[in-house]
C-alpha cells in the first residue's frame, strides 16, 4: 500500500460523531469520553462544520464551568477532501498540529480521517511494519510515578505535547500509562466535587494520584518491529507503546505520532518537513533566526548523501525558575532515510539551545555516516 496512491475516501470514518453549537461543554465530554475522541466536530443545524474541539483546548481552558457552550472553546481546524491523497493528509495533520481531520463537501462534513485510522493500515504497509522498534522510538522517556497527582501528569502532557505518558512504580518498572481522557474526566469530577464543596462549606480538595486513573501498561520489548507495537495500540486503544528493556524498564516510547511520520517517510514528501511545538512567542523574529539556522544545518546534512533527511522537528519547553529568567529546553529529532537522530539542550538562550541540539544532530550523523563508510571499505 502506497500513502501517495490512497485516497482518504477510502480510510475516513464516515459515521461521524459530532457536537451541535449551543450543546454545554458538559454533554461535549460525555461524547468524547464514551466513543473514545480527542477531538469532535461542531457542526450547525445544517451540518455544516464550523468548528472543533479537542481536550487540548479542555486542558487550557480547565477555569469554564461544564455548562459554558462548546462555542466558547472550540477552534478552527484544515479542511480535506475526499479525493486527497493519504500522504497529503498526513502531512497536513502533521503541520497542523491535530489528531484527526474533517472530510467535507462544500460546507457539509462528510467524515473523520484520524491517526486511530492511519496506525490501523500500518500492517499492510510491510516496509513500514517491518521497521525495528528502536529505529523509531523516542528514548529516555519522561514518565510519572503512580503516587504523582493527576495535575502533574496533565502538565507534562501539555509540555510534551502527546496523549499519554508512561506510569512507573517506586522501582522505575512500568506499571501503566495515563491517557489524557482519564485526566480531563478526573478533573473535570473533581471541580465538580470542588464547587459542590465550596456551596457545603467543605474547604478540603482532594488530590488524585495517577495509580487511580491509569490504564494497564501497553508495551513491547527491544527487539520488537513497529508493527508489534501498533499492533498493541490498536489492541488497547492506546496513543504509545511503550518500549521496556530488562526488569520493565522503560526504554523508549513509540507514539501515533511517531507511526504516522513513518508512514510519511513512506510516502516520500519532497524537500524537509520541519516542524517547532512549544515556541509561545507572539514576535516572528525568534521563528526566522531559527529557521535560518535550521536551513543551515539541512544545507550541512544534505551533503551527506548516505543520510538524506526527511522530517526534522523541534520541542521547546519554557522553564520559570523563580526570581530569574525562563530557561529554555530544546529536544529535537532529525529523521532520516536510514535512522532516527535525538538531540537535547538547555539553556537560558533559545537561540543557544537550537545551536546546540543541531550542532549535537551534525556530530551525531557524521559519526554513523563515517561508520557506515568505514563497514563499506571492509566489506568490499
Known amino acids: 500500500m502506497n500513502p501517495n496512491t490512497i485516497k482518504v475516501e477510502e480510510v475516513m470514518t464516515t459515521d461521524v460523531v459530532v457536537a451541535q453549537l449551543g450543546e454545554p461543554i458538559s454533554k461535549v465530554i460525555s461524547k468524547m469520553q464514551e466513543h473514545g475522541f480527542h477531538e469532535i466536530p461542531v457542526v450547525n443545524e445544517k451540518n455544516e462544520l464550523v468548528g472543533y474541539v479537542n481536550y487540548r483546548a479542555l486542558m487550557r481552558r480547565k477555569s469554564l464551568p461544564l455548562y459554558a457552550r462548546v462555542e466558547n472553546i472550540m477552534v478552527k481546524p484544515p479542511t480535506l477532501k475526499k479525493d486527497t491523497t493519504l500522504a497529503e493528509a498526513v502531512r497536513l495533520m502533521l503541520e497542523a498540529g491535530y489528531r484527526s481531520l474533517p472530510v467535507v463537501e462544500g460546507k457539509k462534513i462528510v ?16 516496509e513500514v511494519a517491518n521497521i525495528p522498534v528502536e529505529d523509531v522510538m523516542t528514548s529516555e522517556p519522561e514518565v510519572v510515578e503512580e503516587d504523582t497527582p493527576v495535575e502533574y501528569a496533565i502538565d507534562l502532557m501539555r509540555k510534551l505535547g502527546e496523549l499519554s505518558v508512561p506510569v512507573v512504580d ?28 465550596e456551596m457545603a462549606g467543605e474547604k478540603e480538595k482532594k488530590i488524585i494520584r495517577v495509580k487511580e486513573v491509569m490504564s494497564p501498561p501497553v508495551y513491547v520489548d527491544e527487539n520488537a518491529t ?61 521563528y526566522w533566526s531559527i529557521y535560518n539556522m535550521v536551513e543551515s544545518f539541512l544545507n550541512k546534512i544534505n551533503r551527506f548523501k548516505e543520510f538524506k533527511p526527511q522530517l526534522l522537528t523541534f520541542h521547546v519547553e519554557e522553564h520559570h525558575v523563580q526570581g530569574q529568567e525562563i530557561k529554555y529546553s530544546v529536544r529535537a529529532r532529525l529523521t532520516t532515510d536510514k535512522k532516527l537522530f535525538f538531540a537535547k539542550s538547555y539553556d537560558w538562550n533559545i537561540y543557544r539551545a537550537f545551536k546546540e541540539v543541531l550542532e549535537i544532530l551534525e556530530r551525531n550523523v557524521k559519526k554513523e555516516r563515517e561508520k557506515l563508510l568505514e563497514f563499506r571499505r571492509v566489506t568490499l
Open 111 to 126: 467524515g473523520i480521517i484520524s491517526r486511530s485510522d492511519i496506525i490501523r493500515l500500518v500492517p499492510k504497509m510491510k
Open 170 to 197: 517506586k522501582n522505575r518498572k512500568l506499571c501503566g500509562v495515563v491517557h489524557t481522557r482519564d485526566t480531563a474526566r478526573a478533573v473535570w469530577r473533581a471541580k465538580d466535587r470542588e464547587s459542590l464543596g
Open 226 to 286: 513497529l508493527g508489534d507495537a501498533v499492533e498493541k495500540m490498536i489492541e488497547f486503544k492506546s496513543h504509545i507503546c511503550v518500549v521496556v528493556g530488562k526488569d520493565m524498564l522503560p526504554i523508549g516510547v513509540v507514539s501515533q505520532r511517531d507511526v504516522i511520520e513513518a508512514v510519511m517517510r513512506k510516502g516520500k514528501p519532497e524537500g524537509v518537513f520541519v516542524q517547532i511545538t512549544g515556541l509561545d512567542v507572539e514576535d516572528m523574529e525568534p
